[in-house]
């Protein structure tokens, strides 16, 4: 879909969109709820009747029986999400309906579906169970809930790879190998214990021994975000600020956790950065908006991002503006909203449905 606003919106300048955007919530009133992630710009952070992880507005999305429009400021996995988790009088927009996910793309349908075809002999039926990132599109949740499987976030991962495990023998984890690994790393698993299924090879690259031998099979997918920290990022920080607590999120890869303070789901990293100590310095792996605004709001610690030169932006959530807010605010009745197909509802909201009670 071509998304191009129209040059009264692309032309306003941001003190002009903020009275429209009030203007339109204003007229809405309580009909309207907006969602907002942690990692958007600060001016739609303000905007936010809530803001939060993908786990936290899921969780507000299933809860707002009453919001007839939900307008959503993230990407568009989060806003099936919200579609899936509300009734059908309520009707979600994406603020810009382009915002996808590069990671939840790297896991296709069909490739999930020969995965598993593949799987079958090694009893992928009842040994093993999908635990299927949030980061995915609303087809593979539903074949998750149909095998009854579980959604988890990187809130909740512990959790579903507790669950998981004691019910079945191996878990097929998909899209992130680093938060597959990040998290059966916790759990106590083995290497020889967790092996990456490569999508472009036959039988994913591995071997019968190495498929048999493994718990979890992870899908070969990463966020190009938080994988360009590095271990050397961790280790010149180290140096240059000897009193420095790193924190990154579990999308960073296996080296950059370990050598890490801590690692932990935005919503971790959020408080962390609340609780710390005045004239605290923390190093941060994560989104650099997430981080700006940390570091904006707590001017008392000394919050940095981790590698200093990368500048780790995702790019799909900073494309909503105010300019998109305030176009979908006042033609929301002419646009069309976040909908997932019948075929897939009823069995994505049974996986998302376990996610919400798994903490
Ligand atoms: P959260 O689940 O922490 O909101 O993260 C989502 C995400 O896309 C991180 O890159
Ligand atoms: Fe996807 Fe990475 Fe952006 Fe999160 S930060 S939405 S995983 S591309």
Known sequence: MLHTLPNEYREASNEELSERIEAARAKLGDKLCIL??????????????????????????????????????????????ADILTGPNQDVYLANPLAGCPMADMAEMADVME???????????????????????????????????????????????DYALSRRDKVFFFPD?????????????????????????????????????????????????????TAEHVRQVREENPEVKILVHPECTPEVVQAADASGSTKFIVEYCEQAKPGSAIAIGT?????????????????FELSGQTCPVCANMYRTTLNDLAFTLENYADLKPIRVSDKHRSDALLALEKMLELV
Not at 116 to 121: A, G, H, Q, S, T
């Open 115 to 161: 995965a598993w075809e593949c799987l079958k002999p090694f009893g992928a039926d009842e040994n093993i169970m999908p635990v299927s990132y949030m980061n995915t599109a609303a087809g593979l949740k539903a074949f998750t809930g149909r095998m009854g499987g579980v959604i988890c976030t990187s809130s909740n991962a512990d959790a579903a790879m």
């Open 36 to 81: 907002v992630h942690h990692y958007q710009r600060v001016e739609v952070i303000g905007f936010g009747d809530h803001v939060g992880d993908s786990y936290g507005l899921s969780k507000i999305a299933a809860e707002k029986k009453g919001a007839s429009v939900i307008l959503f400021c993230g990407v568009h996995f989060m806003a099936e999400s």
């Open 287 to 303: 989104e650099i908006n997430l981080i700006n605004r940390m570091a904006l709001e707590y001017p008392d610690k000394k919050i």
């Open 177 to 229: 190998e680093n938060l597959g690994v990040n998290t059966g790393i916790k759990y106590g698993l083995k290497p020889e214990e967790m092996v990456i299924w490569d999508f472009s090879l036959e039988q994913g690259g591995l071997s019968r021994e190495q498929i048999e031998r493994a718990r979890v099979i992870l899908w070969k997918g990463h966020c190009h975000v938080h994988t360009n920290f």
